[in-house]
Protein backbone atom coordinates (compact mmCIF):
# COMPACT_ATOMS: atom_id res chain seq x y z
CA UNK A 1 0.00 0.00 0.00
CA UNK A 2 1.13 3.31 -1.10
CA UNK A 3 2.22 5.75 1.98
CA UNK A 4 2.46 8.92 2.96
CA UNK A 5 5.22 9.14 5.19
CA UNK A 6 8.58 10.77 4.34
CA UNK A 7 10.68 8.45 3.32
CA UNK A 8 13.97 8.08 5.40
CA UNK A 9 16.28 9.89 2.47
CA UNK A 10 19.08 11.97 3.47
CA UNK A 11 20.38 14.25 1.30
CA UNK A 12 24.10 14.74 1.15
CA UNK A 13 26.06 17.80 -0.42
CA UNK A 14 25.38 16.49 -4.15
CA UNK A 15 22.95 13.82 -4.39
CA UNK A 16 20.79 11.60 -2.53
CA UNK A 17 20.58 7.66 -0.97
CA UNK A 18 19.01 6.22 1.97
CA UNK A 19 18.59 2.57 3.51
CA UNK A 20 16.23 0.14 1.44
CA UNK A 21 16.85 -2.75 3.54
CA UNK A 22 18.92 -3.30 6.67
CA UNK A 23 22.41 -3.14 5.40
CA UNK A 24 21.01 -2.17 1.83
CA UNK A 25 21.94 1.21 0.89
CA UNK A 26 20.64 3.39 -2.63
CA UNK A 27 22.50 5.73 -4.07
CA UNK A 28 20.72 7.18 -6.90
CA UNK A 29 21.43 9.19 -9.91
CA UNK A 30 18.14 10.68 -11.54
CA UNK A 31 19.56 12.50 -14.37
CA UNK A 32 17.79 14.79 -16.77
CA UNK A 33 14.20 15.01 -17.28
CA UNK A 34 13.24 12.62 -20.24
CA UNK A 35 10.83 15.18 -21.91
CA UNK A 36 10.53 12.67 -25.17
CA UNK A 37 9.40 9.67 -22.68
CA UNK A 38 7.28 11.74 -20.59
CA UNK A 39 5.47 13.10 -24.21
CA UNK A 40 5.15 9.52 -24.84
CA UNK A 41 3.82 8.71 -21.29
CA UNK A 42 1.21 11.26 -21.65
CA UNK A 43 0.25 10.35 -25.74
CA UNK A 44 -0.60 6.64 -24.12
CA UNK A 45 -3.15 8.11 -21.61
CA UNK A 46 -1.14 6.55 -19.03
CA UNK A 47 -2.24 8.12 -15.42
CA UNK A 48 0.28 7.64 -13.38
CA UNK A 49 2.17 10.72 -15.11
CA UNK A 50 0.75 14.00 -13.79
CA UNK A 51 1.93 16.58 -16.98
CA UNK A 52 4.67 19.26 -15.89
CA UNK A 53 6.44 16.44 -13.54
CA UNK A 54 10.16 15.70 -14.26
CA UNK A 55 10.64 11.68 -15.78
CA UNK A 56 13.43 10.06 -14.77
CA UNK A 57 14.91 6.66 -15.73
CA UNK A 58 17.37 6.73 -13.00
CA UNK A 59 20.54 5.06 -12.43
CA UNK A 60 20.89 2.83 -9.05
CA UNK A 61 23.98 2.04 -6.99
CA UNK A 62 23.48 -0.09 -4.10
CA UNK A 63 26.17 -0.69 -0.98
CA UNK A 64 25.64 -3.79 1.48
CA UNK A 65 27.04 -3.33 4.64
CA UNK A 66 27.33 -6.55 6.71
CA UNK A 67 30.99 -6.92 8.80
CA UNK A 68 32.67 -6.11 5.21
CA UNK A 69 31.15 -3.62 2.67
CA UNK A 70 30.13 -4.11 -1.31
CA UNK A 71 29.56 -1.51 -3.69
CA UNK A 72 27.19 -2.79 -6.99
CA UNK A 73 27.67 -0.60 -9.81
CA UNK A 74 28.94 3.15 -9.59
CA UNK A 75 26.30 4.90 -11.87
CA UNK A 76 27.39 7.14 -14.75
CA UNK A 77 30.39 8.82 -15.49
CA UNK A 78 28.39 12.24 -14.96
CA UNK A 79 27.68 11.08 -11.45
CA UNK A 80 31.01 11.01 -9.36
CA UNK A 81 30.46 13.98 -7.43
CA UNK A 82 27.16 12.03 -5.88
CA UNK A 83 28.32 8.47 -5.87
CA UNK A 84 31.76 9.79 -3.94
CA UNK A 85 30.20 11.85 -0.73
CA UNK A 86 27.50 9.12 -0.76
CA UNK A 87 29.33 6.60 -0.07
CA UNK A 88 31.87 8.51 2.40
CA UNK A 89 28.92 9.27 4.18
CA UNK A 90 27.86 5.93 4.26
CA UNK A 91 30.90 4.24 5.05
CA UNK A 92 32.44 6.96 7.53
CA UNK A 93 35.87 5.13 8.93
CA UNK A 94 35.01 1.47 7.24
CA UNK A 95 36.87 0.44 4.16
CA UNK A 96 35.40 -0.65 1.02
CA UNK A 97 36.20 -4.21 0.47
CA UNK A 98 34.42 -5.06 -2.45
CA UNK A 99 33.35 -3.04 -5.62
CA UNK A 100 31.00 -5.48 -8.33
CA UNK A 101 30.08 -4.49 -11.35
CA UNK A 102 27.25 -6.16 -12.97
CA UNK A 103 28.36 -4.98 -16.62
CA UNK A 104 30.90 -3.01 -17.74
CA UNK A 105 28.51 -0.36 -19.43
CA UNK A 106 29.24 3.31 -18.98
CA UNK A 107 26.09 4.04 -16.96
CA UNK A 108 26.77 1.66 -14.79
CA UNK A 109 30.59 1.36 -14.37
CA UNK A 110 31.34 4.82 -15.08
CA UNK A 111 33.17 5.33 -12.06
CA UNK A 112 35.06 2.31 -11.40
CA UNK A 113 38.32 4.45 -11.61
CA UNK A 114 37.54 7.18 -9.62
CA UNK A 115 36.15 4.57 -6.75
CA UNK A 116 39.39 2.35 -6.73
CA UNK A 117 41.52 5.51 -6.13
CA UNK A 118 39.52 6.43 -3.41
CA UNK A 119 39.09 3.07 -1.88
CA UNK A 120 42.74 1.68 -3.05
CA UNK A 121 42.29 -1.22 -1.36
CA UNK A 122 39.51 -2.54 -2.68
CA UNK A 123 38.90 -5.90 -4.47
CA UNK A 124 37.20 -5.63 -8.34
CA UNK A 125 34.93 -8.04 -9.11
CA UNK A 126 33.81 -8.83 -12.67
CA UNK A 127 31.38 -11.20 -13.81
CA UNK A 128 32.99 -14.20 -14.94
CA UNK A 129 30.58 -14.67 -18.48
CA UNK A 130 32.43 -13.88 -21.39
CA UNK A 131 35.77 -13.51 -23.27
CA UNK A 132 36.83 -9.89 -23.78
CA UNK A 133 37.80 -8.74 -20.00
CA UNK A 134 41.15 -7.18 -21.03
CA UNK A 135 39.47 -4.85 -23.63
CA UNK A 136 37.32 -3.44 -20.43
CA UNK A 137 40.38 -3.02 -18.49
CA UNK A 138 38.87 -6.13 -16.19
CA UNK A 139 41.57 -8.77 -16.82
CA UNK A 140 42.92 -8.60 -13.00
CA UNK A 141 39.37 -8.27 -11.62
CA UNK A 142 38.00 -11.45 -9.48
CA UNK A 143 35.80 -12.98 -11.66
CA UNK A 144 32.32 -14.29 -10.41
CA UNK A 145 29.55 -16.82 -12.07
CA UNK A 146 26.69 -18.42 -10.94
CA UNK A 147 28.92 -20.63 -8.60
CA UNK A 148 30.21 -18.11 -6.57
CA UNK A 149 29.46 -16.72 -3.01
CA UNK A 150 30.75 -13.76 -1.12
CA UNK A 151 30.11 -13.86 2.80
CA UNK A 152 29.97 -10.05 3.97
CA UNK A 153 29.00 -11.33 7.73
CA UNK A 154 25.82 -10.73 8.10
CA UNK A 155 24.93 -10.49 4.57
CA UNK A 156 25.74 -13.08 1.78
CA UNK A 157 25.53 -12.69 -1.95
CA UNK A 158 25.31 -14.76 -4.80
CA UNK A 159 26.00 -13.95 -8.65
CA UNK A 160 23.19 -15.91 -10.74
CA UNK A 161 23.48 -15.76 -14.42
CA UNK A 162 21.68 -12.85 -15.95
CA UNK A 163 18.65 -13.79 -17.70
CA UNK A 164 17.82 -10.79 -19.43
CA UNK A 165 21.07 -8.98 -20.22
CA UNK A 166 22.45 -6.71 -23.33
CA UNK A 167 26.05 -8.21 -23.44
CA UNK A 168 28.05 -11.07 -22.74
CA UNK A 169 30.00 -9.91 -19.52
CA UNK A 170 26.70 -9.69 -17.69
CA UNK A 171 25.78 -10.96 -14.02
CA UNK A 172 23.05 -10.23 -11.61
CA UNK A 173 23.13 -10.29 -8.14
CA UNK A 174 21.37 -11.73 -5.07
CA UNK A 175 21.68 -10.91 -1.19
CA UNK A 176 20.33 -13.91 0.43
CA UNK A 177 19.61 -12.86 4.19
CA UNK A 178 17.15 -10.00 2.60
CA UNK A 179 16.71 -11.86 -0.22
CA UNK A 180 17.04 -8.89 -2.40
CA UNK A 181 17.73 -9.88 -6.52
CA UNK A 182 19.10 -7.31 -8.12
CA UNK A 183 18.20 -7.37 -11.86
CA UNK A 184 20.31 -4.66 -13.55
CA UNK A 185 18.85 -3.41 -16.70
CA UNK A 186 15.90 -5.83 -16.34
CA UNK A 187 13.00 -4.13 -14.56
CA UNK A 188 13.82 -0.74 -14.95
CA UNK A 189 10.58 1.80 -15.12
CA UNK A 190 10.72 5.80 -15.36
CA UNK A 191 9.26 7.56 -11.61
CA UNK A 192 8.69 11.05 -11.60
CA UNK A 193 9.25 14.54 -9.22
CA UNK A 194 8.57 13.35 -5.64
CA UNK A 195 8.95 9.59 -6.30
CA UNK A 196 12.74 9.69 -6.14
CA UNK A 197 14.33 7.16 -3.60
CA UNK A 198 10.89 6.00 -2.69
CA UNK A 199 10.03 1.94 -2.86
CA UNK A 200 7.60 1.09 -5.24
CA UNK A 201 5.11 0.26 -1.58
CA UNK A 202 6.04 4.26 -0.78
CA UNK A 203 4.42 5.72 -4.35
CA UNK A 204 1.25 6.74 -4.13
CA UNK A 205 0.89 5.93 -8.19
CA UNK A 206 1.06 2.28 -10.20
CA UNK A 207 3.82 0.47 -11.71
CA UNK A 208 1.80 -1.22 -14.31
CA UNK A 209 2.66 -2.35 -18.10
CA UNK A 210 2.42 0.50 -19.48
CA UNK A 211 4.84 1.81 -17.52
CA UNK A 212 7.57 -0.76 -17.68
CA UNK A 213 6.89 -1.06 -21.36
CA UNK A 214 8.27 2.74 -21.68
CA UNK A 215 11.60 1.32 -20.19
CA UNK A 216 12.00 -1.93 -22.06
CA UNK A 217 10.74 -1.23 -25.04
CA UNK A 218 13.39 0.92 -25.69
CA UNK A 219 16.09 -0.70 -23.31
CA UNK A 220 15.15 -4.25 -24.05
CA UNK A 221 14.92 -3.43 -28.01
CA UNK A 222 15.53 -6.21 -29.00
CA UNK A 223 12.02 -7.97 -27.56
CA UNK A 224 10.74 -6.86 -31.03
CA UNK A 225 12.90 -9.78 -32.88
CA UNK A 226 11.71 -12.72 -29.66
CA UNK A 227 9.52 -15.72 -29.60
CA UNK A 228 7.49 -13.85 -26.75
CA UNK A 229 6.99 -17.64 -25.36
CA UNK A 230 10.75 -18.02 -24.78
CA UNK A 231 11.07 -15.01 -22.81
CA UNK A 232 7.95 -15.80 -20.82
CA UNK A 233 9.22 -19.21 -20.17
CA UNK A 234 12.51 -17.45 -18.97
CA UNK A 235 10.32 -15.30 -17.22
CA UNK A 236 8.12 -17.24 -15.62
CA UNK A 237 11.09 -19.53 -13.91
CA UNK A 238 12.74 -16.40 -12.58
CA UNK A 239 9.22 -15.98 -10.90
CA UNK A 240 9.59 -19.49 -9.23
CA UNK A 241 13.91 -18.96 -8.65
CA UNK A 242 13.25 -15.98 -6.61
CA UNK A 243 9.30 -16.53 -5.14
CA UNK A 244 9.36 -13.85 -2.29
CA UNK A 245 12.89 -12.01 -3.54
CA UNK A 246 12.38 -8.21 -3.27
CA UNK A 247 13.88 -6.61 -6.72
CA UNK A 248 16.37 -3.69 -6.98
CA UNK A 249 16.84 -2.75 -10.52
CA UNK A 250 19.27 -0.28 -11.61
CA UNK A 251 16.65 1.86 -13.53
CA UNK A 252 14.13 1.60 -11.20
CA UNK A 253 12.72 1.59 -8.01
CA UNK A 254 13.15 -1.34 -5.86
CA UNK A 255 9.96 -3.61 -5.38
CA UNK A 256 9.48 -5.64 -2.37
CA UNK A 257 9.45 -9.19 -2.33
CA UNK A 258 5.53 -9.11 -1.13
CA UNK A 259 4.77 -7.21 -3.97
CA UNK A 260 6.62 -8.82 -6.70
CA UNK A 261 5.13 -11.67 -8.20
CA UNK A 262 2.71 -9.68 -10.54
CA UNK A 263 5.27 -8.01 -11.86
CA UNK A 264 6.79 -10.88 -13.54
CA UNK A 265 3.30 -11.19 -15.11
CA UNK A 266 3.45 -7.43 -16.23
CA UNK A 267 6.60 -7.89 -17.99
CA UNK A 268 5.37 -10.95 -20.06
CA UNK A 269 2.51 -8.30 -21.08
CA UNK A 270 5.62 -6.26 -21.93
CA UNK A 271 7.23 -8.54 -24.14
CA UNK A 272 4.44 -9.76 -25.59
CA UNK A 273 3.36 -6.40 -26.79
CA UNK A 274 7.11 -5.10 -27.90
CA UNK A 275 7.18 -8.27 -29.69
CA UNK A 276 4.01 -7.47 -31.85
CA UNK A 277 4.25 -3.69 -31.93
CA UNK A 278 8.01 -2.45 -32.27
CA UNK A 279 10.74 -1.15 -29.93
CA UNK A 280 9.81 2.27 -28.16
CA UNK A 281 12.69 4.20 -29.33
CA UNK A 282 16.12 4.96 -27.84
CA UNK A 283 17.37 5.77 -23.93
CA UNK B 1 39.32 -2.53 -55.02
CA UNK B 2 41.36 -4.86 -52.75
CA UNK B 3 40.25 -8.14 -51.95
CA UNK B 4 43.27 -9.69 -50.40
CA UNK B 5 45.92 -9.48 -47.78
CA UNK B 6 48.55 -7.42 -49.22
CA UNK B 7 51.82 -9.87 -49.06
CA UNK B 8 50.50 -12.39 -46.54
CA UNK B 9 51.24 -9.69 -43.82
CA UNK B 10 50.06 -11.46 -40.64
CA UNK B 11 48.84 -10.58 -37.27
CA UNK B 12 52.02 -11.86 -35.57
CA UNK B 13 53.72 -8.93 -38.05
CA UNK B 14 51.37 -6.92 -37.96
CA UNK B 15 52.03 -6.89 -33.79
CA UNK B 16 55.44 -6.73 -33.61
CA UNK B 17 56.26 -3.14 -32.55
CA UNK B 18 59.22 -2.17 -34.98
CA UNK B 19 56.48 -2.93 -37.81
CA UNK B 20 53.82 -1.11 -35.94
CA UNK B 21 53.86 1.87 -37.99
CA UNK B 22 54.82 0.09 -41.58
CA UNK B 23 51.41 -2.09 -41.63
CA UNK B 24 49.35 0.49 -43.64
CA UNK B 25 45.60 0.87 -43.88
CA UNK B 26 43.50 -1.23 -45.68
CA UNK B 27 41.77 0.78 -48.92
CA UNK B 28 37.80 -0.81 -49.51
CA UNK B 29 37.61 2.16 -52.24
CA UNK B 30 35.27 4.65 -52.21
CA UNK B 31 37.66 6.88 -50.06
CA UNK B 32 36.71 4.13 -46.87
CA UNK B 33 39.64 1.95 -45.21
CA UNK B 34 39.83 -0.68 -42.90
CA UNK B 35 42.38 -0.24 -40.12
CA UNK B 36 42.46 -3.77 -38.18
CA UNK B 37 42.97 -4.85 -34.75
CA UNK B 38 42.22 -7.95 -33.38
CA UNK B 39 41.90 -9.61 -29.78
CA UNK B 40 42.82 -12.99 -29.36
CA UNK B 41 39.95 -15.49 -27.74
CA UNK B 42 39.90 -18.91 -27.09
CA UNK B 43 38.08 -19.98 -30.52
CA UNK B 44 40.19 -17.55 -32.85
CA UNK B 45 40.18 -14.22 -32.80
CA UNK B 46 37.93 -11.46 -32.98
CA UNK B 47 38.40 -8.25 -34.56
CA UNK B 48 38.03 -4.93 -33.24
CA UNK B 49 38.67 -2.44 -35.87
CA UNK B 50 37.59 1.27 -36.77
CA UNK B 51 37.46 2.40 -40.68
CA UNK B 52 38.45 5.56 -42.09
CA UNK B 53 36.53 7.52 -44.31
CA UNK B 54 37.87 10.40 -46.93
CA UNK B 55 35.73 13.22 -46.40
CA UNK B 56 36.03 16.67 -48.57
CA UNK B 57 36.34 18.55 -45.30
CA UNK B 58 38.38 16.25 -43.10
CA UNK B 59 39.10 12.34 -42.21
CA UNK B 60 36.36 10.72 -40.37
CA UNK B 61 37.35 7.61 -37.99
CA UNK B 62 34.71 5.58 -37.54
CA UNK B 63 34.64 4.29 -34.24
CA UNK B 64 37.45 4.82 -31.86
CA UNK B 65 38.64 0.84 -30.84
CA UNK B 66 39.69 -0.32 -28.18
CA UNK B 67 42.26 1.48 -25.39
CA UNK B 68 44.41 -2.09 -26.46
CA UNK B 69 45.34 -1.10 -29.17
CA UNK B 70 45.28 2.73 -28.79
CA UNK B 71 48.93 3.34 -29.79
CA UNK B 72 49.13 1.33 -32.76
CA UNK B 73 45.81 2.66 -33.96
CA UNK B 74 46.92 6.49 -33.54
CA UNK B 75 50.46 5.34 -35.39
CA UNK B 76 48.35 4.29 -38.34
CA UNK B 77 45.97 7.04 -38.42
CA UNK B 78 49.04 9.53 -37.99
CA UNK B 79 50.25 7.89 -41.44
CA UNK B 80 47.00 7.07 -43.33
CA UNK B 81 46.36 10.84 -42.82
CA UNK B 82 49.46 12.42 -43.26
CA UNK B 83 49.79 13.92 -40.09
CA UNK B 84 46.92 15.50 -40.34
CA UNK B 85 44.86 12.97 -38.23
CA UNK B 86 40.62 12.90 -37.94
CA UNK B 87 38.48 15.93 -37.99
CA UNK B 88 35.62 13.66 -37.05
CA UNK B 89 34.69 10.23 -34.77
CA UNK B 90 31.11 8.91 -35.76
CA UNK B 91 30.32 6.70 -32.64
CA UNK B 92 28.08 3.38 -33.03
CA UNK B 93 28.12 3.24 -29.61
CA UNK B 94 29.16 3.78 -26.00
CA UNK B 95 31.06 0.30 -25.28
CA UNK B 96 34.48 0.47 -24.40
CA UNK B 97 35.97 -1.33 -27.20
CA UNK B 98 34.57 1.33 -29.45
CA UNK B 99 34.41 4.50 -27.93
CA UNK B 100 37.47 3.71 -25.69
CA UNK B 101 40.14 6.01 -27.71
CA UNK B 102 37.86 9.32 -27.75
CA UNK B 103 39.54 11.04 -25.14
CA UNK B 104 42.83 10.43 -25.81
CA UNK B 105 42.18 11.00 -29.99
CA UNK B 106 40.80 14.12 -29.12
CA UNK B 107 44.08 15.36 -27.33
CA UNK B 108 46.35 14.11 -30.24
CA UNK B 109 44.60 15.94 -32.61
CA UNK B 110 42.05 18.40 -31.27
CA UNK B 111 38.18 18.63 -30.08
CA UNK B 112 37.09 17.06 -33.13
CA UNK B 113 33.47 16.49 -33.73
CA UNK B 114 31.68 13.50 -32.17
CA UNK B 115 28.53 11.93 -33.37
CA UNK B 116 26.52 9.84 -31.47
CA UNK B 117 23.47 8.70 -30.71
CA UNK B 118 22.08 8.16 -27.32
CA UNK B 119 18.81 9.99 -25.63
CA UNK B 120 21.63 11.40 -23.17
CA UNK B 121 24.98 11.78 -24.05
CA UNK B 122 26.28 12.79 -20.11
CA UNK B 123 25.21 9.30 -19.39
CA UNK B 124 27.14 7.95 -21.75
CA UNK B 125 30.68 10.02 -20.78
CA UNK B 126 29.99 11.70 -24.41
CA UNK B 127 28.68 15.19 -22.95
CA UNK B 128 30.60 16.68 -25.79
CA UNK B 129 29.04 14.62 -28.46
CA UNK B 130 26.51 16.16 -31.51
CA UNK B 131 23.53 13.69 -31.02
CA UNK B 132 21.95 11.40 -33.85
CA UNK B 133 19.10 9.77 -34.18
CA UNK B 134 17.59 6.60 -35.82
CA UNK B 135 16.50 8.24 -39.31
CA UNK B 136 18.33 11.20 -39.64
CA UNK B 137 20.93 12.19 -42.66
CA UNK B 138 23.45 13.62 -41.17
CA UNK B 139 26.29 15.59 -43.03
CA UNK B 140 29.77 14.68 -41.30
CA UNK B 141 32.79 16.99 -42.73
CA UNK B 142 30.50 17.28 -45.81
CA UNK B 143 29.91 14.00 -46.56
CA UNK B 144 26.58 12.30 -45.91
CA UNK B 145 25.18 9.24 -44.13
CA UNK B 146 22.34 7.52 -43.42
CA UNK B 147 21.65 6.62 -39.50
CA UNK B 148 19.78 3.06 -39.21
CA UNK B 149 18.22 1.07 -36.36
CA UNK B 150 20.30 -2.11 -36.20
CA UNK B 151 18.82 -5.16 -35.94
CA UNK B 152 21.73 -6.66 -34.43
CA UNK B 153 23.10 -4.90 -31.64
CA UNK B 154 24.13 -4.98 -27.87
CA UNK B 155 23.19 -1.49 -26.37
CA UNK B 156 20.12 0.07 -27.34
CA UNK B 157 21.79 3.45 -28.19
CA UNK B 158 23.30 1.89 -31.13
CA UNK B 159 23.64 2.73 -34.93
CA UNK B 160 24.92 1.64 -37.61
CA UNK B 161 25.37 4.39 -41.07
CA UNK B 162 25.07 4.07 -44.36
CA UNK B 163 27.32 6.13 -46.35
CA UNK B 164 25.65 6.88 -49.33
CA UNK B 165 28.82 8.01 -51.53
CA UNK B 166 30.98 4.75 -51.28
CA UNK B 167 27.58 2.32 -50.30
CA UNK B 168 29.72 0.89 -47.20
CA UNK B 169 27.00 0.26 -44.47
CA UNK B 170 28.73 0.63 -41.16
CA UNK B 171 27.38 -2.20 -38.57
CA UNK B 172 29.31 -1.77 -35.25
CA UNK B 173 28.73 -4.92 -33.49
CA UNK B 174 26.83 -6.56 -36.55
CA UNK B 175 28.08 -9.05 -39.12
CA UNK B 176 30.85 -10.03 -37.21
CA UNK B 177 32.96 -13.13 -37.38
CA UNK B 178 35.64 -14.83 -35.77
CA UNK B 179 38.82 -15.86 -37.64
CA UNK B 180 41.85 -17.69 -37.07
CA UNK B 181 45.47 -16.31 -35.99
CA UNK B 182 46.68 -15.26 -39.56
CA UNK B 183 43.89 -14.47 -41.22
CA UNK B 184 43.55 -11.40 -39.52
CA UNK B 185 43.94 -8.93 -42.98
CA UNK B 186 41.57 -10.71 -45.06
CA UNK B 187 38.33 -9.81 -45.83
CA UNK B 188 35.51 -12.14 -45.09
CA UNK B 189 35.03 -13.93 -48.16
CA UNK B 190 38.50 -14.80 -48.63
CA UNK B 191 38.90 -16.57 -45.00
CA UNK B 192 39.70 -20.14 -45.56
CA UNK B 193 36.26 -22.03 -46.14
CA UNK B 194 36.93 -24.46 -43.22
CA UNK B 195 35.94 -22.88 -40.23
CA UNK B 196 34.51 -19.81 -41.32
CA UNK B 197 31.16 -20.49 -40.89
CA UNK B 198 31.27 -21.46 -37.62
CA UNK B 199 33.21 -18.13 -36.65
CA UNK B 200 29.76 -16.62 -37.26
CA UNK B 201 28.38 -18.84 -35.19
CA UNK B 202 30.88 -18.42 -32.31
CA UNK B 203 30.93 -14.69 -32.46
CA UNK B 204 26.97 -13.99 -32.34
CA UNK B 205 26.86 -17.31 -29.65
CA UNK B 206 29.19 -15.54 -27.57
CA UNK B 207 28.41 -11.46 -28.47
CA UNK B 208 24.66 -11.22 -28.57
CA UNK B 209 23.04 -12.86 -25.51
CA UNK B 210 19.72 -11.97 -26.63
CA UNK B 211 19.70 -14.29 -29.85
CA UNK B 212 18.71 -17.13 -27.37
CA UNK B 213 15.88 -16.10 -27.65
CA UNK B 214 15.26 -14.42 -31.21
CA UNK B 215 13.05 -15.29 -34.08
CA UNK B 216 15.75 -15.72 -36.42
CA UNK B 217 13.30 -15.22 -39.09
CA UNK B 218 12.22 -11.86 -37.81
CA UNK B 219 15.95 -11.04 -37.59
CA UNK B 220 16.59 -11.99 -40.66
CA UNK B 221 13.96 -10.27 -42.44
CA UNK B 222 14.85 -6.79 -41.13
CA UNK B 223 18.44 -7.33 -42.16
CA UNK B 224 17.11 -8.56 -45.64
CA UNK B 225 14.74 -5.27 -45.38
CA UNK B 226 17.88 -2.92 -44.70
CA UNK B 227 19.82 -4.41 -47.14
CA UNK B 228 17.13 -3.69 -50.15
CA UNK B 229 16.62 -0.29 -49.10
CA UNK B 230 20.63 0.06 -48.74
CA UNK B 231 22.55 -2.13 -50.93
CA UNK B 232 26.05 -2.54 -49.71
CA UNK B 233 29.44 -2.35 -51.99
CA UNK B 234 30.66 -3.11 -48.64
CA UNK B 235 29.87 -4.63 -45.22
CA UNK B 236 31.86 -2.87 -42.61
CA UNK B 237 31.48 -4.76 -39.14
CA UNK B 238 33.83 -3.78 -36.34
CA UNK B 239 34.23 -7.49 -35.42
CA UNK B 240 34.61 -9.26 -38.44
CA UNK B 241 36.37 -8.67 -41.58
CA UNK B 242 34.91 -6.48 -44.09
CA UNK B 243 32.11 -8.43 -46.20
CA UNK B 244 32.31 -7.70 -49.91
CA UNK B 245 28.96 -7.41 -52.17
CA UNK B 246 29.52 -10.43 -54.02
CA UNK B 247 29.71 -12.35 -50.75
CA UNK B 248 26.74 -10.56 -48.61
CA UNK B 249 24.22 -13.71 -49.75
CA UNK B 250 27.06 -16.33 -48.40
CA UNK B 251 27.49 -14.37 -45.45
CA UNK B 252 23.87 -14.04 -44.59
CA UNK B 253 23.06 -17.79 -45.37
CA UNK B 254 25.95 -18.74 -42.43
CA UNK B 255 24.00 -16.07 -40.62
CA UNK B 256 20.54 -17.55 -40.45
CA UNK B 257 22.04 -21.19 -39.81
CA UNK B 258 24.00 -19.68 -36.78
CA UNK B 259 21.06 -17.97 -35.84
CA UNK B 260 18.73 -20.96 -36.08
CA UNK B 261 21.59 -23.33 -34.05
CA UNK B 262 21.78 -20.42 -31.41
CA UNK B 263 17.83 -20.65 -31.12
CA UNK B 264 17.70 -24.08 -31.12
CA UNK B 265 20.02 -24.24 -27.76
CA UNK B 266 17.22 -22.23 -26.12
CA UNK B 267 13.58 -24.76 -25.63
CA UNK B 268 11.78 -24.74 -28.96
CA UNK B 269 10.40 -22.53 -31.07
CA UNK B 270 6.70 -23.60 -31.35
FE1 LIG C 1 23.40 -2.27 -19.83
FE1 LIG D 1 21.70 -0.11 -17.79
FE1 LIG E 1 28.82 -3.38 -28.22
FE1 LIG F 1 31.44 -4.37 -29.84
Redesign the interface.
Same mark, same amino acid.
Given at each position: MPTETPAPTARTEAGWRRDVWPGIHWIQELGGHRAGIARAVLESGADWYKPGNELYVPQNAYLLTGERTLLWDTLSPASGHILLPALEELLGERPLDYLALSHPDVPHAGNTMQVLRRYPDCQLVAPAAGETHALYHLDDAMKVGPEDEIDLGGLRVRFPEATFLDAAIHTWMSEETTRTLFTVDWMGFPHQSGESLRRTDEIATVVDVGRLEEFHSRVMFWFQYVHPHKVTAATDALAVQFAGYGLAPAHGLPIPGADAAPYYERMNEVVRRVAAGGRGGVL | MWRRADAGASCERARSPERGRTVSVIDLGGGVSWVHES $?P? *?NGH @?H?SVYLVDAPEGAILMDSG &? $??HRQRLADRIHDATAGRGIGAIILSH &??? /?H &??NIPAFRRDWGDFEIIA #????P?? =??L /?YARRT? @?GDVTEVLGRRFVVL?P /?L !?????TTWVYDEASRTLFVADGFGALHAPGACDVDWGRLPEEGRAEGVHEFHA =? *?L /??L????PN??MG !?LHAMLERHPPAWIAPIHGPPIAEADVDRYMADLSDALTRI?AS??S #?E
Amino acid at each position: MPTETPAPTARTEAGWRRDVWPGIHWIQELGGHRAGIARAVLESGADWYKPGNELYVPQNAYLLTGERTLLWDTLSPASGHILLPALEELLGERPLDYLALSHPDVPHAGNTMQVLRRYPDCQLVAPAAGETHALYHLDDAMKVGPEDEIDLGGLRVRFPEATFLDAAIHTWMSEETTRTLFTVDWMGFPHQSGESLRRTDEIATVVDVGRLEEFHSRVMFWFQYVHPHKVTAATDALAVQFAGYGLAPAHGLPIPGADAAPYYERMNEVVRRVAAGGRGGVL | MWRRADAGASCERARSPERGRTVSVIDLGGGVSWVHES $FPE *TNGH @IHVSVYLVDAPEGAILMDSG &S $FHHRQRLADRIHDATAGRGIGAIILSH &SDY /PH &SGNIPAFRRDWGDFEIIA #SCGDPDL =QGL /PYARRTK @IGDVTEVLGRRFVVLDP /PL !ADRNHTTWVYDEASRTLFVADGFGALHAPGACDVDWGRLPEEGRAEGVHEFHA =Q *TL /PWLRYADPNRVMG !ALHAMLERHPPAWIAPIHGPPIAEADVDRYMADLSDALTRIAASCGS #SE
